[in-house]
């Protein structure tokens, strides 16, 4: 990173209106992008939030450019902006189980880069909601770090969060900032989401850009929200509240290295 960059990170409410939800990112994207963001990040299921036979209907191939792709594209280029489109479904040859897939949109409207979801969210939380994301998902097997307006960015999407080794696989790949697009639950949201994201950039000494969905969504799933952008030292910089909207912040390269400088602990690592 060789100069200041704004970041925007969008909190939304998704729900099973493909077009309504595309719709509403219009919005919130004009509005990051009239706040001076130059990567606007999308959280988990922006697109589509409703039934898993559904999701997979709405599957794009991301190289075709369909409604998904195709509407991210059409808002980068009237912006001049990059948009990290944060766990879309992406096909897989499995046609009812396709990838969670993160992809970076550049300022021309083009896919630039993408990154399919590793750790998929099988778990049954604190409340006795029961969740099987590998039942309609295909995992990804590999990181991602790649060039987003002059940033390192590493990605990943929610549950990932939960494992340090993929974050220290980005770091060591040169990531100077890492991206969370989430749907955390309402459970698990209130006791671990800023614990988590803090943790990750302490030990990656790296900004952090979690855009997440917050409120109630179909199959009586809540989520947790508190969208939020978290400097290299750990320190929240900027959080979304209650609803929809968009949150902004400046990466400063000179922070980071200051960071990195002050506290070596990436040249210190022995393991």
């Known amino acids: 990173m060789r100069e200041r960059v704004i970041f925007g990170a969008i909190q939304l409410s998704s729900q099973a209106d493909l077009a309504a939800n595309l719709a509403r990112v219009g919005e919130l994207v004009a509005s990051a992008a009239e706040r001076g963001a130059r990567v606007v990040v999308l959280p988990e299921n922006f697109a589509f939030m409703g039934e898993e036979a559904e999701r997979a209907a709405v599957a794009e191939d991301l190289d075709d ?38 992809a970076v949109i550049d300022h021309e409207g083009r896919l630039a880069a993408r990154y399919r979801k590793i750790h998929l969210f099988d778990v049954e939380v604190g409340d006795g909601s029961r969740y099987h994301e590998s039942g309609s998902t295909t995992a990804g097997d590999a990181p991602v770090v790649t060039d987003v307006a002059g940033v390192r960015l590493g990605l990943s999407i929610c549950y990932d969060l939960r494992f340090p080794e993929l974050y220290r696989a980005l770091s060591t790949a040169g990531a100077e900032a890492l991206v969370v697009p989430a749907a955390f639950t309402l459970v698990t949201g209130k006791d671990h989401w800023h614990v988590l994201l ?74």
């Not at 369909?66 to 991210?72: A, E, F, N, R, W």
């Not at 799933?221 to 968009?246: L, Y």
Request: proline letters at 7%; glycine letters at 10%.
């Open 198 to 271: 803090r943790a990750r950039a302490i030990e990656a000494q790296a900004y952090v850009v979690a855009a997440a969905q917050w409120g109630k969504h179909p199959r009586g799933r809540q989520t947790f929200g508190k969208t939020c952008i978290v400097d290299p030292w750990g320190e929240i910089v900027a959080q979304a509240s209650e609803g929809e909207g968009v949150i902004t912040a400046t990466l400063d390269p000179a922070y980071l290295e200051r960071v990195r400088a002050n506290l070596p602990s990436l040249r210190h690592r022995r393991l």
């Open 65 to 102: 450019n369909g409604p998904i792709v195709g509407s991210l594209g059409a808002a980068a280029r009237r912006h001049g902006i990059w948009i990290v489109a944060g766990g879309l479904p992406e096909r897989s040859s499995e046609p009812s189980r396709p990838f969670n897939t993160c």
